[in-house]
């Protein structure tokens, strides 16, 4: 069974600093995309950001500048490094990846989700 297990996610002062990490782990063939997602309370899931086994990213507009994805493909694993943290960047953080499992056809999978929360 493949799961993605997140970490790193917590309170944080206006213009500060988190890093998230979120590791695959299971019987794992491949992972294509993996990516983060952000879910503010009353508000519609969001990405945040996304990087591709070649490291190509793609960042939501209110992020560029402040957060940087990248993975380490010899650890399954996808970080989110968040700088310059606004109030807004607050809400529940989840890590997404494609994944091909062995002997299965490759779809998509979740994290549990980590909440941020930005605040004085």
């Known amino acids: 069974q493949v799961q993605l297990v997140e970490s790193g996610g917590g309170l944080v002062q206006p213009g500060g600093s988190l890093r998230l990490s979120c590791a695959a782990s299971?019987?794992?063939?491949?992972?294509?995309?993996m990516g983060w997602y952000r879910q503010a309370p009353g508000k519609q899931r969001e990405l945040v950001a996304a990087?591709?086994?070649?490291?190509?990213?793609n960042y939501a507009d209110s992020v560029k500048g402040r957060f940087t994805i990248s993975r380490d493909n010899s650890k399954n694993t996808v970080y989110l490094q968040m700088n310059s943290l606004k109030p807004e960047d607050t809400g529940v953080y989840y890590c997404n990846a494609d994944i091909t499992p062995i002997g299965w056809a490759r779809r998509p999978y979740w994290g549990q989700g980590t909440q941020v929360t930005v605040s004085s």
């Open positions: 990087i591709n086994s070649g490291s190509s990213t």
């Open positions: 299971g019987s794992i063939r491949s992972i294509l995309v």
